[in-house]
């Protein structure tokens, strides 16, 4: 893929997979909204910030991934990942299209960093300002996610790690519309999000980019 298709894919992969976002993180995004409003805060400014420090913890993790992707993604291990990459994004998209959940066991391979996690977390809540808000962001991030955890994969088959972390920050661009407005107006989101069709809209288009994904001239001349 060219690098704008690289980018363009993305935002769509986060805008589309929103609909488990909601699922995984609309919950904290609707009680920092609600608690912003209790304390007489901007909740736009909190959400932003909340959502910002998501972001970048969606890129420094997209880094890190990326150079060991750099390392290895040569010759039949590059095939390999890039392979192991689109079928991850088939895997969530069936899981966003609620056709085949198995993709939920690759969100408790992360269940042990958040043990550690989740009580720093509890630690900043209530938010009360912008501050707190990007902090919880950032250990938010960090939440076990498959469809984060699909996408990281396939950013990291990217060759760089520089483009990688920016596959990510694009790919927490695409969630922003569908998290940001659930923290305001959490009820009527969701109930557009959550609609059967709309999901399986979704992940039949995710379904679609994991097949593109998927390297099949370099399948084709390695055999």
Excluded: D
């Amino acid at each position: 893929m060219t690098e704008p298709l690289l980018f363009t894919t993305a935002l769509l992969i986060g805008l589309l997979g929103s609909t488990h976002c909601i699922g995984m993180c609309g919950g904290i995004a609707a009680s920092v909204g609600l608690s912003t409003r209790q304390n007489g805060q901007s909740a736009w400014l909190i959400l932003l910030g909340y959502n910002l420090g998501r972001i970048a913890s969606y890129t420094l993790a997209g880094a890190l991934l990326g150079i060991a992707g750099a390392l290895v993604a040569t010759g039949i291990t590059g095939v390999l990942l890039q392979t192991l990459a689109g079928l991850l994004l088939i895997a969530m998209g069936l899981y966003v299209g609620q056709w085949w959940f198995g993709i939920t066991r690759l969100e408790s391979l992360g269940g042990h960093l958040w043990r550690h996690l989740q009580p720093v977390a509890a630690r900043i809540l209530p938010v009360r300002s912008p501050t707190q808000a990007v902090l919880l962001g950032i250990v938010w991030g960090w939440l076990p996610c498959g469809l984060v955890y699909s996408t990281l994969l396939w950013s990291s088959a990217s060759g760089s790690w520089q483009q990688s972390a920016l596959l990510m920050a694009a790919f927490g661009l695409g969630t922003l519309p569908a998290m940001f407005t659930t923290g305001l107006l959490a009820r009527q989101v969701q109930a557009v999000m959550q609609k059967r069709l709309t999901r399986q809209l979704a992940g039949g288009v995710i379904i679609l980019f994991g097949l593109y994904t998927l390297p099949w001239g370099r399948i084709l001349n390695l055999s």
